[in-house]
Nanobody, 121 residues
Framework: QVQLEDSGGGLVQAGGSLRLSCAASGFTFDDYAMGWFRQAPGKEREFVAVVGSRGGYKYYADSVKGRFAISRDNAKNMVYLQMTSLTPEDTAVYYC??????????????WGQGTQVTVSS
C-alpha cells in the first residue's frame, strides 16, 4: 500500500532554512507528480508545491514562490522541499502526497505522519 514518510522539520528562527524529505513507497513513484501540502493550526490543509513526474515541471503556491524549491530523486523515490527565508506564517505540519496537476489536489487518501515546521519570530 501507499506509504509516505515525511521528515526534516524542526524549530527555526525567522529568516532561516530547512530541507524537508519524503520517502515514498507502495506505488510506481515516477508515474506521479508529487507535492507538498501544509496544515497550520486551526486551518485547512493547503497546497504548497508540486514537481512533475520527471522533475521538469514545478509549480508553487504564491505564498512560497521564490522562497521554496521542490525537487525529486526518482532513483530513490524521494521528494524534497528546500525552504528558505522562513517566516512565522510558514509554521505548519508539512505532508507530501501525489498531486493531480491542474487542480493541485492530493491524489492519495492516505498521508504520512507529517513533519512539524515551527518558525519563531
Amino acid at each position: 500500500q501507499v506509504q509516505l514518510e515525511d521528515s526534516g522539520g524542526g524549530l527555526v528562527q525567522a529568516g532561516g532554512s530547512l530541507r524537508l524529505s519524503c520517502a515514498a513507497s507502495g506505488f510506481t513513484f515516477d508515474d506521479y507528480a508529487m507535492g507538498w501540502f501544509r496544515q497550520a493550526p486551526g486551518k485547512e490543509r493547503e497546497f504548497v508545491a508540486v514537481v512533475g513526474s520527471r522533475g521538469g515541471y514545478k509549480y508553487y503556491a504564491d505564498s512560497v514562490k521564490g522562497r521554496f524549491a521542490i525537487s525529486r530523486d526518482n532513483a530513490k523515490n524521494m521528494v524534497y522541499l528546500q525552504m528558505t527565508s522562513l517566516t512565522p506564517e510558514d509554521t505548519a505540519v508539512y505532508y507530501c502526497n501525489a498531486v493531480l496537476l491542474g487542480n493541485y489536489i492530493p491524489l492519495f487518501g492516505s498521508w504520512g505522519q507529517g513533519t512539524q515546521v515551527t518558525v519563531s519570530s
